[in-house]
């Protein structure tokens, strides 16, 4: 069997070609596979700031490049070289008892996550306020807390720092998105061990859950996941969920379990403001803050109007290219580097590329037509969106066509899918992938 560094060395190989060149140097070039066990893959990097952009930006697309080489699906974790800084003790608990202890690995939150570090504003104070709470009185404030907003808000955030907080009162947690609940449930399935999968939450106190969208259409888990919900409910433990729509908005889902939802305190999360944007990137800089560097987070802020994530994105890439060519991160330098990062410029990439590779235009995306032609190209540029950019589903349907988040997270998933089989579909999803990184290197967007 290949190590983790072998492993890591012939997925470098085809990152290379999947991303551009300077995305490959900054942040994949010096990454190292160091372990592999429990379906969990460790990568050290070099830096805090390499290990947030990868988990922030190219996370699903590091997964399924190992997950191909491997031949099973993997959970990617990025850490500091000769440190083990975004991991709890819990998760290296997991790790010491050579990875059989499943109930560490479900408490794994991250502590960079905490209430300090999240930037409270008229944005979002509602759902910090509730979060707050919940976590000094779990299972009686507000139960269950539905924390909804599109991507890059701050809802993982909230997430993981209720799971700090309650684990220092004594608490168990046990934080899970729905991708990871997914595919231990099939595993489960399996090895007909779904009743052993369904006690691992029997006995913890609070059950955080983070994007609840992805188990639209998947009937078995979503019922096993109602029946863990009723049975954390109805013994007063505390649930928290996230998503990025609100139960209203979830047709997919059956009224019964939305109602659920909805029987505790529903809080959405609003794109911040410019002022919230601003102080979110002082927080972040704080350790470094100079005059020149408060123009510069403004002007970061004035080009990034609505995802957090971005925001520290555009920050991160900025101190790294600062780094490594030895100068000051000026305001020239930042509209140099930044020119075409706001939403609409990567949709607009995206649709554009994809039009004219299969012959299309951007309208015939973005229309109500279902034939053939338009379909794949469609659903191709809907996998894009939420690959490249991590567009919410419900902020790509609306951009194409005003279609559903349901109709959405299908063409994702159908795509994800046929990647992996369909090799002419995985040739032609990398080429225009090529391309779009093409003119972003020309405009020096990259």
Known sequence: MESAKEIWERALGELQIQVSKPNYITWLKNGQGISYQDNIFIVSVPSIFVAEWLSKRLYSLVRKTLANIIGEDVDVQFVVHGQDELQTPLARASQADGGTSSKARWNRVNPRYTFDTFVAGDCNRLAYAAAVEVTEKPGHS???LFIHGSTGQGKTHLLHAIGQAATRHGLQVAYTSAEQFTNEFVLAVRQRQVQDFRSKFRDIDILLFDDIQFLADKKQTLQCFFHTFNELY????????????????????????????ECGLVAIIEPPDFETRLSILRAKAEAVMTPELEEVL??????????VRQLEGALAYLTAQAKLSGTKITTQMVDGLLTGTTNN??????LQTVAEYFDLSVEDLT????????????????????????????EIGKNLGNRNYA????????????????????????????????????????
């Open 345 to 350: 410029q990567d949709m607009r990439l995206i």
């Open 367 to 394: 229309s109500k037509k279902r034939d053939r032609k338009v379909a794949l190209p469609r659903q191709i540029a809907m996998y894009l969106m939420r690959e490249e950019s991590n567009y919410s589903f419900a």
């Open 407 to 446: 109709t959405a997270l299908h063409s994702y998933e159908k795509i994800s899918r046929e990647m992996n089989v369909n090799n002419s579909l995985h040739k032609q999803i990398t080429k225009i992938k090529e391309e779009m990184n093409s003119d972003k290197v020309s405009r020096g967007t990259h």
């Open 142 to 144: 507000y139960n269950p």
């Open 298 to 307: 403004r002007i970061i802020v004035e080009k990034i109007h609505e995802n």
């Open 234 to 261: 109805n013994n007063n433990h505390q649930i928290v969920i996230t998503a990025d729509c609100s139960p209203g908005e979830m047709a997919s889902f059956s009224n019964k379990l939305r109602s659920r939802f």
